[in-house]
C-alpha cells in the first residue's frame, strides 16, 4: 500500500469512529443496569433485615433505610482533530496529523429515606391484618408457616413465644389446629372473601362434602375453635377471642414482634451472653442433652463462613444462614415478603429506577 492509498485509509476510518460516536448508547444499558439494580437492591435488603435481626437480639435499634430512588445518567464525548500539510501538489501533502479525544461519564444518584414516624408505625407497628393471611394461605402459602408466624392466638388458642416478656410454649390445641388447617388447605377447603360491612370483617368459609375424612378435619377446626359446626360462613376479626360462635379472632402480630421472634433463634456467641451483651436464645434440648434445631436458625463464628446463603459481621462475629439451611431461608424469604405486604399502600419501597441516557 503507497502512501496515499495509507492516508486516505486513516483519514476514512477516523471519520468512521467519529460517526459512529453519534450512536445512541441508551439501549445498551437497559439491561445491565436493570439487573445490576434490582440485585444490588435485594441484596441489601437481606443484609439490612439479618443485620436487625441480629441487633434485636443485642439490644440495639433496628434501623430500615430504604432506597427511595435512583437516577443514572451516562454521557459519551467524542472529538476529532485533523490536518494536512500540502506540498508539491499532492493533495493529502507531505505531512499528516490526526488526534482524538473522549469522555464517559457514569453519575448514579441514590437517595436514601430512613423509615420513621407514619411510614415506621405503618410498616413495622402495625398489626398484620388478619384478611391478609388467608389470601396468602390461598396463594398458596404453608398455612403452618403462616399461622406460626403471624399469629400470637387465635379464638384462645396462643401460639408460642421467645420473647423475655412473653416466654410461653404453644398451646397443644394450637398445634393440633394447624396439622387439621394443613389438611384441609391441601384439599382446597378453606377460602376468603370480602364483604361490605359496618365492621369491615371479611368471610371465613369452608367448603363441606369433599370426602369424609375431610369433613372429620372441618368439624375438628369448628371444634377447636369453638364455632357453631351447622354454619359453614364465618367472620374475620382482629383479636384474641372471638365474640360469638360465628366468629374467628385473630391476634396477628407486627412485623416488629415477628422480627423480635426470630430474634431469639440467634445463635450468638455464649460469651456475648455469659457478658449480657445479649439476650439468651430460644433454646431447648432433648431428652438425650441434644440441642433441639428451631425451624429458623442464624448461626455465628468468628471466620467468615465459606458456603452461606447470607452473612454479616457484627461485634467482631459473622452471623450467618447455612445456604443448605432451606428452611431458614424459606423462612427469611417470607419474611422480606411480609415485610412488603404490611408496607402496601405507601410509595417508596419499589424504589423508582430513571435512568436517563445520553
Not at 505531512?95 to 436514601?112: E, M, N, Q, S
Not at 396468602?136 to 399461622?147: A, E, K, N, R, Y
Not at 387465635?154 to 394447624?178: C, K, P, V, W
Request: hydrophobic share 40%.
Amino acid at each position: 500500500m503507497n502512501i496515499l492509498m495509507w492516508r486516505r485509509t486513516c483519514i476514512g476510518l477516523t471519520l468512521l469512529i467519529l460517526f459512529s460516536g453519534c450512536a445512541t448508547i441508551g439501549p445498551s444499558t437497559i439491561e445491565k443496569d436493570r439487573f445490576d439494580y434490582s440485585s444490588s437492591i435485594a441484596e441489601s435488603w437481606k443484609k439490612m433485615m439479618l443485620l436487625n435481626i441480629i441487633k434485636l437480639r443485642y439490644g440495639d435499634t433496628p434501623i430500615f433505610l430504604e432506597v427511595s430512588s435512583i437516577v443514572n445518567q451516562y454521557s459519551l464525548e467524542r472529538e476529532l482533530n485533523a490536518s494536512a500539510e500540502l506540498r508539491s501538489g499532492n493533495f493529502l501533502g507531505d505531512g499528516l496529523y490526526l488526534g482524538g479525544k473522549g469522555k464517559y461519564a457514569d453519575r448514579p444518584t441514590i437517595t436514601y429515606s430512613p423509615l420513621t414516624g407514619k411510614k415506621f408505625s405503618k410498616s413495622l407497628l402495625t398489626p398484620i391484618p388478619p384478611h391478609a393471611l388467608l389470601v396468602l394461605v390461598q396463594s398458596g402459602w404453608s398455612v403452618d408457616l403462616i399461622f406460626g408466624i403471624c399469629l400470637s392466638a387465635i379464638n384462645d388458642l396462643y401460639n408460642s413465644s421467645g420473647r423475655l416478656t412473653i416466654n410461653r410454649n404453644a398451646d397443644e390445641e394450637f398445634n393440633q389446629l394447624l396439622e387439621a388447617l394443613i389438611y384441609i388447605q391441601q384439599a382446597g377447603g378453606v377460602g376468603t372473601r370480602l364483604v361490605k360491612q359496618d365492621s369491615g370483617n371479611s368471610i371465613v368459609f369452608f367448603r363441606r362434602n369433599i370426602d369424609k375424612e375431610f369433613e372429620l378435619q372441618v368439624l375438628y377446626v369448628l371444634e377447636l375453635l369453638k364455632l357453631n359446626p351447622d354454619k359453614r360462613n364465618f367472620n374475620l376479626a382482629y383479636g384474641s377471642s372471638a365474640s360469638s360462635d360465628t366468629e374467628i379472632a385473630m391476634h396477628t402480630r407486627s412485623m416488629l414482634d415477628i422480627i423480635l421472634e426470630l430474634s431469639k433463634n440467634v445463635r450468638v456467641p455464649q460469651k456475648h451472653i455469659e457478658e449480657t451483651r445479649a439476650s439468651p436464645g430460644n433454646y431447648s434440648t432433648s431428652v438425650s442433652g441434644g440441642e433441639i434445631r428451631p425451624r429458623f436458625y442464624i448461626k455465628s463464628s468468628k471466620e467468615e463462613p465459606d458456603d452461606a446463603f447470607l452473612a454479616i459481621e457484627y461485634h467482631d462475629y459473622w452471623f450467618y444462614i447455612e445456604d443448605t439451611d432451606f428452611r431458614s431461608k424459606r423462612i427469611f424469604s417470607f419474611l422480606l415478603f411480609l415485610f412488603s405486604l404490611a408496607e402496601s399502600g405507601s410509595q417508596g419501597l419499589v424504589p423508582l429506577i430513571t435512568l436517563p441516557a445520553g
